[in-house]
């Protein structure tokens, strides 16, 4: 990459003057100092734009000063700080994180990160306040469709019916017989030919091989379930494994468990499952940076199996959490959560 130093623009390699004002390009390579001070300088447009609330000029220069330093935990630190303003808390912790898996030691960082932790459970917990009054809306909504709905298909019957008497006629009086010799019988309606409904075909769709379907996971996969499963903290929270599956491209562990359904089932209980779950599988593989907690439970009747619980939460937020952690604490790192709407 270079450089045009009076109009500080970064250019490509091949270009030796600068399109703008012509002057002579100096290579990036010529010093690291350069580079240092482009660095600097692309932060300082990238934070005068966020003051501006220009966010797209701020993301752009962030993201070149992150191009050309990649190790500086500072760019990311920025970029999380823009999102934040935005409101996009998702992106910011994620930013966030990245900055402190190049500087663990970053305390501003960490007080950004359990900020916006706070802030995403108080979004969640003004969210289920409002949710109530939202489903007595959308019930009563979906009463009166409902209704309107099964009034629109009596009509219909109704109409239907009275049609179809109007066009009915009227039975015809039976002729005279006629005399008939001795030893004749009358024809009846049995002589004539009678349409017959065919018989439904015979089923002759093999049954599925019994190995139709079936999961296969790796030995990894098939390890961390087993010792997932061997763990007396989870065992303790009433919750059992059912599957793993891991996505290596992002260092993605996705944990599927259960747990049985009752009347006192509680937020508070499947947050602790889940929670265990994914501290002890950060602890079996270090490569793991994102553990997707998926909770099951199984209701009687004819609902069955339902999902009852998802959510994602990254190492550096579970390793944040001391080891006493409030129920509140716990779901505080968890993002974007999904709640069966059964479960209080």
């Given at each position: ?5 009076d109009c500080r623009i970064i250019l ?251 009347p006192v089932l509680t937020k508070d ?76």
């Amino acid at each position: 990459m270079r450089r045009c130093d009076d109009c500080r623009i970064i250019l490509e390699d091949e270009v030796r003057y600068c399109p703008k004002c012509g002057g002579d390009v100096a290579p990036e390579n010529s010093s690291a100092t350069n580079r240092d001070a482009d660095v600097h300088s692309l932060l300082a447009s990238a934070n005068l734009h966020r003051i501006r609330a220009e966010w797209d000029s701020a993301i752009e220069d962030a993201t070149n000063a992150l191009r050309l330093d990649p190790r500086n935990p500072d760019v990311p630190s920025l970029l999380g700080g823009i999102y934040e303003e935005r409101g996009m808390h998702d992106e910011a912790m994620a930013w966030y994180q990245m900055a402190l898996e190049i500087n663990p030691d970053s305390t501003p960082d960490k007080e950004r990160l359990l900020r916006l932790s706070d802030l995403i459970l108080a979004d969640n917990k003004r969210s289920e306040t409002a949710s109530p009054s939202a489903l007595h809306r959308n019930t009563k909504l979906a009463w009166a469709i409902g209704g309107v709905f099964i009034l629109i298909i009596i009509v219909a019957v109704v109409s239907l019916i009275k049609v179809r008497n109007v066009n009915v006629t009227p039975p015809q009086p039976p002729l005279p017989a006629a005399s008939l010799p001795y030893g004749s019988s009358p024809r009846t309606s049995s002589s004539e030919p009678q349409l017959q409904r065919p018989s439904a075909p015979a089923n002759t769709s093999t049954p599925a091989s019994p190995s139709a379907g079936a999961s296969v996971r790796t030995p990894g996969e098939v390890y961390i379930r087993s010792e997932l499963a061997a763990t007396q903290a989870i065992a303790d929270t009433g919750a059992g494994i059912n599957d793993v599956i891991a996505d290596p491209r992002a260092g993605v562990v996705s944990v599927t468990f259960s747990v049985p359904f009752s009347p006192v089932l509680t937020k508070d209980r499947i947050i602790a499952a889940a929670a265990a779950t994914a501290r002890r599988t950060f602890e079996l593989n270090r490569e793991v940076k994102f553990v997707t907690a998926r909770c099951l439970i199984e209701i009687s009747g004819a609902q069955g199996t339902q999902i009852a619980f998802v959510a994602d939460i990254a190492r550096q937020s579970a390793d944040a959490l001391p080891a006493s952690a409030t129920a509140d604490q716990l779901s505080a790192v968890f993002t974007r959560q999904w709640w069966n709407p059964q479960i209080q």
